[in-house]
């Protein structure tokens, strides 16, 4: 079994100063096999608010798996913003923009999706999808095979119209043979997690898009900060939605999901917070 902590949307620069405290405290309680954060690091990709992310990530456990958001690319600035829209990213956060872990149970491959020529969307190139099919061609049996983007793969719930990944029906076509068993995105600021197949009518594999909320951002959509903690074995996964209460982070939500025949299957949800999952299933306006 691996563990994976995945932190998402930090927007250093909308920072609630107590959360991100509290994250740290919470994200030390136990250990796990890999941080992932999912992209969003700055509010608006400022020297300063890559300077304390920066700092901020050095205090989080290791080993760490980032990759790039929209908000990571400048906004106003728009010599930096088409020309060089990673370069802070990539000086102060990581040069790497096709990250990878692997262990003997675990492969998770990171690729950045933000884009110059939109403000909010974003996409992934034929050149990714080719990378991502390279990497993953030769991985035996049994090893789970993780992605992570910012943008997600599915619309949440309680907002079907969301801004997901651009063409995301397509690339999930081409990604096919990749075999991969879970998604991992943030984006929205809503935690929401389900099977491909119950939102992309074309996706014939099963595979969890798993999303987190929103960490340590004001910028909150109707829902607390969280993030997920997420185990994982070839027939079991659980997300743990872990919540701010106003004084700590703690468990809210915990859905298990076993493969059966190949399919992921929802057996179990434990609404520890009755309240929090409340507010994560009801439609935003
Ligand atoms: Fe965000
Ligand atoms: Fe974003």
New binding site residues.
Partial sequence: MRTIAHIS?LHFGRIDPPVAKGLVEDLHRHASTLLVAS??FTQRARVGQYRAAVEYLAELPKPQLVVP???DVPLWNVARRFFFPLNRYREFISSDLFPQFRDDALLVLGVNTARSFTR?SGWLTADQLAYLREQTASVPPGIMKVLVT?HPFIAPPRKPDADVLVGAENALGQLEACGFDVLLA??LHLAYHDDVRSHLSSARRSVLSIQAGTATSTRRRGEPNAYNWITLSPELVTVAVRAWNGRAFEESLVTRYERVEGNWQRVTQVPVDRMAVDAMQTPLQ
């Fill in positions: 949307d992209g969003d958001g929209n908000h909010t910012h943030g984006h």
